[in-house]
């Protein structure tokens, strides 16, 4: 199951974010108690006004090569899991998803 949905403007990417990481990076894909996929990423950033969000952003736009400005946080911006939105061509974000997931990179 991948842990992202493709809309008619992009991709919704589900995450499991944890701050205060050593360093910043991708460990793949994660699959919930309910079921649900999520990719796990870390960063080294504070969760501390919304430090670590935007360093989780920054990570996805560079995995993802996409602008940071072409990625919203939709949902969780206080929690670990997170919901951002990723505008661009759905074909081929859902393509370069796929090959994060599998190398966790």
Do not use: H, Q, W
Not at 22 to 50: I, Q, S, W
Not at 64 to 77: H, K, M, N, W
């Amino acid at each position: 199951m991948p842990a992202f949905t493709p809309t008619t403007t992009g991709i919704r990417l589900y995450l499991r974010v944890t701050p205060n990481a050593g360093r910043d990076g991708v460990d793949g894909v994660e699959t919930r108690d309910n079921g649900e996929a999520v990719l796990r990423v870390r960063v080294a950033a504070v969760p501390d006004k919304g430090k670590a969000n935007v360093a989780a952003i920054a990570l996805v736009a560079r995995a993802l090569g996409c602008p940071r400005s072409s990625i919203t946080l939709v949902s969780g911006e206080t929690a670990r899991f997170k919901t951002l939105l990723v505008t661009g061509d759905p074909v081929e974000l859902a393509s370069k998803m796929v090959i994060i997931e599998s190398s966790g990179a």
